[in-house]
């Protein structure tokens, strides 16, 4: 079955525990993304990678790191949480077309992070 | 940078009615502008989306428009359904680039 899973699915942590969350697909994606979602904000981008070795920042960057040594994964690390990046967060992933355009983005369950 | 605004941020309606929800944006580099329907505990899933070079596309009940001088698209649901309860998002994404939601617009259908 063609999906993104992210792990965990609920986190609660204290402030300054480095943390990882993980996302994963496995539909060849290329073009891969980290939202976070707040109420009344939608969803807002953290950072996304065009393919392996590529990221580039969103429009919420800070206080956040991401990798994508492999195609699949691309993990969300949290180097010194804090409680404003309480939220909950959604991996995306979507193929590329030959023009660089995205296509249907494909969003993982959602990981609800709590930082006291 | 992008700024995609969405309006109403609430709708409610009876069953059978018509819901529309509106987005406007900034960038005129945006040339895929896709909608996600978002039910109580999951993530956002595609309903339909649009690219620049067409101006009208349609699946079943839904439809969608889009209104590149003026920089809007919309979203067009007739016969609604309870089932259609749900917080539906706009999004504003050029090639090669950042996806910049609009904030959500929450529809209820009453039955």
């Known amino acids: 079955e063609a999906q993104v899973t992210q792990n965990p699915r609920y986190l609660i942590t204290v402030t300054g525990k480095k943390l990882t969350v993980t996302c994963s697909q496995n539909m060849n994606h290329e073009y891969m993304s980290w939202y976070r979602q707040d109420p009344g904000l939608g969803l807002r981008q953290i950072y996304y990678s065009m393919n392996v070795e590529v990221t580039d920042k969103g429009d919420v960057p800070e206080g956040y790191k991401v990798s994508r040594k492999e195609k699949r994964n691309f993990p969300l690390i949290l180097e010194s949480p804090s409680p404003n990046q309480t939220s909950l967060y959604f991996c995306a992933s979507s193929r590329l077309g030959t023009s660089g355009n995205t296509d249907t983005q494909y969003f993982g369950p959602g990981t609800r992070l709590t930082v006291l | 940078g992008e700024n995609v605004e969405q309006h109403p941020s609430t709708l409610s309606v009876q069953e059978g009615d018509s819901a529309v929800i509106k987005c406007t944006y900034s960038?005129?580099?945006?040339?895929?502008f896709p909608w996600y329907k978002q039910e109580l505990g999951k993530g956002p899933q595609l309903i339909i989306d649009i690219r620049s070079n067409v101006g009208e596309k349609k699946d079943q009940r839904i439809a969608v428009t889009l209104n590149k001088t003026a920089k809007h698209f919309s979203l067009h649901i007739t016969e609604t359904q309870p089932e259609d309860s749900a917080v539906y998002f706009c999004?504003?994404?050029?090639?090669?680039?950042?996806?910049?939601f609009g904030d959500g617009t929450t529809l209820t259908v009453k039955p």
């Open positions: 960038d005129s580099a945006s040339n895929y």
């Open positions: 999004a504003a994404i050029p090639n090669a680039g950042k996806s910049t």
